[in-house]
């Protein structure tokens, strides 16, 4: 058995934030361009809560019950993750419970998102006098965009927000992109409603696609890639936004497209294309599911490897450094 200090120093000092993931994010001065970054794991979470009870067991029983608490309320949450979690939690033996170690370690990973999202933003916002940020839809980042409306020192007037992706359903539906990005931040946060871009599921489709594609197209020509920001999951089978393997893009793509899978529920997709999306300075990952990365490098042609790849690219999640 690992003693405490032992796990400190594999992990970090007592206290710390979750560990910064990847990537070293792009500078903003005019300096030459880093070289390609390659993409590391990330380190363990570690909970700032939870540094007073790192005793380490591994019984069955426990993995189980964190199996359960976090299965609950993130059913994205996969048995590898679980058991990269189980191998960096710690716990008293004798004063054990699961759901707040689930939560605090669920926690963790949203405020470092939310704060990692915040930071990029503000620096955007200071640099450029503006910023562009793309919000995927998906369970995984929401939480984070519940915390990120909490920053009251975000200048949401000199914020842009797009829609990377939409189901093709309307906004009400519990499936939409939309409807989930406005009750978790939008409808909390002082932006002017003009400043939310996202497609128009009440209309037909090739009318949506066409006016949103419209819409960002005004956007890549006039805001200088440097100050965009971007928001991207990773779906079980390897897709981002709604762009799915094994993808090829055409080179006279649009910058919004329509797509289709019959790997999801929501068949009919809107989405970013990948030039579109490689417009944007920085991509941030928010993944909960660490699982999906192997995929995204395993599968033929995901459009997630070249943003993965792209300098400064930051990728969040629960995994531990292999
Ligand atoms: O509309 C969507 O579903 C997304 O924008 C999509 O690209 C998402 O980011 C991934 O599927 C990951 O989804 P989870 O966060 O739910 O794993």
Redesign the pocket.
Known sequence: MLGADSILAEVGPAGSDVTEVSATAKSFDKSPTPPPTVLRRPAPVVPQDLDDAMIISRRQGESEMISDVIGGSRP?LNSSELSCLLNDTFWREDNFNAESCAESLISALDTKGAKLIADHVKQRVQHYGICVLGL??????IPAYEKLAEDKDIDWKRVKVFL??E?YVVASEKDS?QRAIIEALISHIPIPPENFIRPNCDVPLNASVSVYNSQIRDLINNVDSDAWVTV????PDG????LFPPYDEPEDTLDVIHTNTDVFAITRRITLSLHALEHSGQHIFIL??AGVLDTAYKVDRSPAVPLLDAPGTVVICMEKEK
Request: aromatic content about 0%.
């Open positions: 994205v995927s839809g998906g369970r995984s980042p990377v992706d189901r992109n991207m999951g990773i779906g897709h981002t936004a709604s909960t599911d």
